[in-house]
């Protein structure tokens, strides 16, 4: 079977710094991966590496078998196999929800108007989001607007989906409906990388865990590997931090 | 507040402070005459306004050192006493009992000639034709130049060899601003074509060199200037009678009775027509537009 | 000290000023009741409404009794001139709205244009980056005027076959050339406003570099600048009375006219007035919109 995704000694860094150093990683179809770690040690990144937002200094990326940083790769084509959804939702706000969904399908797909609107509703219907459909971002709360751009990446039908931190910008009260999204995403076999702070929904959602620490991966197994018995003493420090953050 | 009710008291104060000066127009006698006793703006100078450039036949020469006026292929320089209205300019100042260095000269734009409020000269000679709506906002001398206009145009244009007024009905003909010949257009040929208005006469034959305006209505004694490369015909006086170039003064100013005095003296001496004689030349001969 | 037995003896000038407990918070009760003592609103009104008054009266007052006012006032605000001369004027004026008009439309496309051009990434497209960055810089350095002039006599010189030999169209192409360069200044700040993150969420999900700009930049941007296309459209309306030089018998061009024939600088006023009957509800609008951008950011921001 085909890896869905398969990174190997990747490098990036932003002038000086370094900011990946030397990432490995293995991911299979229908998988669900969670990234934890501390602000700055390279979540973003990495996921923007993969999605090719963020070119690369050193090491491979492939996608389904295909080498998505060698030379020559058309960028477009390989960013409609992956789908990402940002911290900040980035709706476009000058355009309905509906479109802000049919978009990329008309545009990039070259679905008909007609089918992208009914595909979209469709989606849109699935998670509860379709009276909606015709306002406007701006009268949406955060969490609604953080549904929808999920909804604006699955409309794209990638083969994987990015997730950055998506719920750190909510109202805690919004954090739920979003999170209970992405596990029906999950039960549904979306592979998946997220990037997440949500310690409980990790546990919850993930077959694996990574904890990235300085630029690196430092330690992944199980969530129950990770979370209860982690065996680097900095995995440990973080989690101990969390936990006394009162964030599990 | 307080600070605004005094601001208010001191534009009080300053505005019954500014009384309007009571004018006081001087009357001149017959005697009053000379350069040391005439109403001038400068003590012992006459200082006369024309335009910038100063187009020939009335001006011309090659222009003086230090002078603003450029002499070329259709300007001259007032200094230089060349072309009709500078050579009058210095008869008339010799009549009125000047010398040639007390004559100075400063350049306007037309619309200075009747602004309102004080002038910087004693009067304007410009090609100013005169009129009864003009004369309610300037004083004009009498008449110095009985004023025809004729229409100039260049090789292939729709306009060479035409003789009627009717005959120019579809051309596109052009003229400087303010002239007595953009009110021939109007008034004789009432075209069918939108003639092209220009800020002054070097515009108005730029277009017609380039091709967009099939001819140029000029005062008749530009016509023979080689401004263009035909003359087409001369047109008959407007209906309201003759028209003459008078020198336009400040309104009250008592400078226009000596003034006149002089012109009529250059005129019965013959010393107009001799000028005319010289610098302008008008050919009977060119058909008149009927 | 409230009493409760019956009103006060001297109802118009109650004793107590700002201290009496009768009257509401804030209002003077040194003034009498109608000239709104007891409540401060309406004794700014009419604060404002008198020293406007005065203060426009002292000025007239002083205009009027300067010693040359009868000579500025026959000259320059001239009735029977007005009269006579205002309804030709507003007849050439039309052709000042056709000048208008059409440049508008071509610069607002010109401009977008260039100022698309002066975006685009990449070392292939330097030389487009360039002539672009060249073209503002040219017309926006060289004044209206002779820009016009250059063009107008410089033009029909050439002898270019398959354009129409007109003065209007030598006119209507200076004031397109010159208004592009600002306006796609305009647009260019417009299109940096749009924050990156749109960009990175529309590359995200595929779209093209030319897709997104166009679908997702674009519209954000133009509608982000509306206020300075406007305050931009203004000027070119009120430029539209330089291609007189050209000879066009346009509004100005007829103003000169009567001005030159008669003598007498009304008709130019007249032209003033309708200059500003046109652009002052336009400059209104304009700050209608900015006001209203303001109330709807900071009611975003908010919530």
Redesign the interface.
Known sequence: MTRAVDIQGLHKSFGDLEVLKGIDLAVDSHEVICLIGASGSGKSTLLRCI?L?EPIDAGSITIAGEEITRRGVNV??T??K???V?Q?F?????MTVLHNVT??PH??LKASKRDAERDSTALLERFGLSDKASDYP?RLSGGQQQRVAIV??LA?RPEILLLDEVTSALDPVLVAEVLDQIRELAEQGMTMIIATHEMGFARDVANRVCFLHEGQILEEGSPEQIFSEPEQEETRLFLDRIIAAGRM | MRKALLVLAVLAVVATACAPKTSTPTSAAAGDCTPSTMNLHTPGQLTIATGNPAYKPWYGGTSVAGSDWKSGKYTGDPHTGEGYESAFAYALAQQLGFTNDQVTWEGIPFGKSFAPGPKDFDFAMQQISITPQRAKAVDFSDGYYDVNQALIADNGSPAIGVTTLAGLKDLKLGAPVGTTSLEVIQQEIQPNVEPGVYPDLDTALKDLHNGQLDGVVVDFPDAFYGYADQIVGQFPPLSGGQEQFGLAFEKGNPLVSCVNQAIATLKSNGTLKQLENQWLQTDASVPVFS | MASGSGPSPNVYFPPGGDSDPRLPPGSDSRWPKILGGGDSSARNVWIAVGSTVIFFGLIAVIVVRSPGWPEIKDSFFNGAEFRSSFPVILEKFVRNIFIFCVAEVLVLILALIIAVLRSLPGPVFTPLRIMAAAYTDLFRGVPTILVILLLGFGMPALDLQGIPDNDYVWAIMALTLVYSAYVAEVYRAGIQSVHPSQVAAARSLGLSRWQSMRHVVLPQAVRRVIPPLLNDFIGLQKDSALVYVLGVVEALNKATIIQQGDFNFTPLVALSLIFIAITIPQARFVDWLIARDQRKRQSSAAV
């Open positions: 999605n937002l477009d084509d960013r409609r992956i789908g990402i940002f900040a980035n709706l476009f706000p000058h978009l990329a545009e990039v701006d604006r990446a794209m």
